[in-house]
């Protein structure tokens, strides 16, 4: 046990499980300060902006080409337009002259000079522009930094870390994925933000919401991340070190346990088969739904297409997309989820919302946007020859906006019909189940769909009120609140009465505490994130689905969250062996 009392132990959300010990990484976006003062000698002045300049370049041109490795060319192409810009004769001709005349350290004249551009984009209308703003002050700082000679702490760090840092973006999160970044800590975040879940995929342990982390842990400290738990070590002691060095060991052999299931349905002891899917955020996680046993693709977030196109996806490129993915899968299912943009994801057109959760958010974008959804459904309609593409909508809360799709789509597959280009005319549709009024209109959106989903991130986020990205009240943000196990209850029963297939595919289904109550409210599939799979087939296998349904009885007659927290941890003691157990205890 380790003692979570201990000065250099601190408690944070466990958001991606696992175990890493390695040394920090601070990623710290640094300001650089500037006084307006004078100087004397104006030529070493501007040798030194000369100096400055040409080392900028030259360890942006580094990180360029290991942009173009690790990243592919059109994301390495921002760092050619940084470069692009310190090649601009005009901005370094206003530099030189001002120091110059006015007589002023460079580093000022520097950041006056270059601000100017950015307050420009600033103002802009167009999101890309604001963003685009946030580079130049990278180029700004870097001049400055080089000016006064200080060292550049490389972003791009080489040999294995846990990153730390106040808080991740979802492109934050892939890019160092993409880098030796074995864990991640952040001052802010939720368990169900995106950026965890995006950690989840790639199978690195995250903890989130540890609220002074970037205060606490400084760069190469020696960092223990027990994603399981939630804790942080910082320069561990011996005992401590100890006691991780034996977790890993046996994490591995359990890994290597959990592959034997691999290939292994996930079937009750009393034989009910669960479809395990997937849930695919990234093109990296593809290969890993296979091997680890996934039966297909149960949610597909397309909107991870934008992180590689500067636009939208014109329909040729989404086609592309779509159709290697359903060949490679074959002739297993591809569930395409259309756009969910708004709320806490890229919304990729000016617009600022005072509440982006309650506002302009999936299908209510796309149907406000008929062009860019025409676009996507004509690529998945092309993409399904194989016939193993299905369609959802997100984000649905009313009757209308199923109908809208449905018109869309049909006049979709009229043009394509009259194309003559082929399509599957029986490609299924079904619909998310994450806001309050589509739960509850559940037996009448059964006649328009073939399928739901239950985005369970959402929903709780909706009946609860609790934003699901905001820390400060993750203690609020409950799955096993009795009101989401009886909604989750009423929408399996209520599709069941009409025979209408249901599947769950927020993150709840990769909780192994919250599977067993899944299964006994009668799921016949959930979908999770790739790691995730062979777990949830080890927790099915070992289930009794006749046993498991009386105590969700009880479940559903509870009153408060901690009574189910306990059923469902005496149903654990009582039913799994230790080794399941041991890494969800420290
Ligand atoms: C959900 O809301 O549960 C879900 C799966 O969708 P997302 O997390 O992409 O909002
Ligand atoms: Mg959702």
Known sequence: MIDIEKQNVYKGIPAAPGIKIASAFLFKKEIETVTDEKIVNVDEAVENFND?????????????????????VKRAALFEAQIMILDDPVLINNIIVRIKTEKKNPEFIVNDEISKYQDIMTLSHEQYMRERSQDIEDIKNRIIRNIRKKKWKSRLSTGEVILVSSSLTPADTVLFSRMDV????????????????????????????????????????????DGFNGIVIVNPDEEQLLHYQKKLKKLEAVDLELAKLKDLPAITLDGRKIDI????????????IIQNGGEGIGLMRTEQIFQEYDSFPSEDEQTEVYSNYSQKLYPLPLTIRAFDIGGDKVLPVDVQEPNPMLGWRGIRFLLDNEELFRTQIRAVLKSSVHKNIKFMIPMVSSMREIELTKELISKCMDELK????????????????????????????????????IGTNDLIQYMLAVDRG???????????????????????SEAKK?????????????????IPLLVGLGLDSISVSASVIPHAKEIIRALNYSEISGFVKTCLTC????????????????????????????
């Open 52 to 72: 400055a300049l040409a080392k900028s370049k030259k360890e942006l041109a580094k990180v360029f080409s290991l942009a173009v490795d690790k990243l592919g």
């Open 182 to 225: 074995t864990g991640y800590i952040t001052n802010f975040g939720g368990l169900t933000s995106h950026a965890a879940i995006v950690a989840r995929s790639l199978n690195v342990p995250a903890i989130v919401g540890l609220h002074e982390a970037t205060e606490i842990i400084q760069n190469s400290d020696i960092v223990i991340i």
């Open 559 to 586: 009153k408060t969250e901690k009574e189910i927290h306990d059923i469902l941890d005496k149903y654990y003691s009582d039913n799994f062996s230790e080794s399941s157990n041991e890494f969800y205890s420290n």
């Open 418 to 453: 009259s194309e003559k280009i082929p399509f599957d005319e029986h490609l299924e549709l079904g619909i998310m189940i994450e806001v309050p009024s589509a739960a509850l209109m559940i037996r009448d959106f059964a006649e328009y769909v073939d399928f739901f989903s």
């Open 470 to 492: 905001n820390d400060i009240v993750t203690n609020q943000y409950q799955e096993f609140h009795p009101a989401i196990i009886r909604t989750l209850n009423f929408i399996i």
């Open 498 to 514: 009409t025979n209408t297939k249901v599947s769950l595919c927020g993150e709840m289904a990769a909780d192994y505490k919250a």
């Open 277 to 288: 899917l997937a849930n695919l955020d990234l093109n990296e996680e593809f290969e890993s």
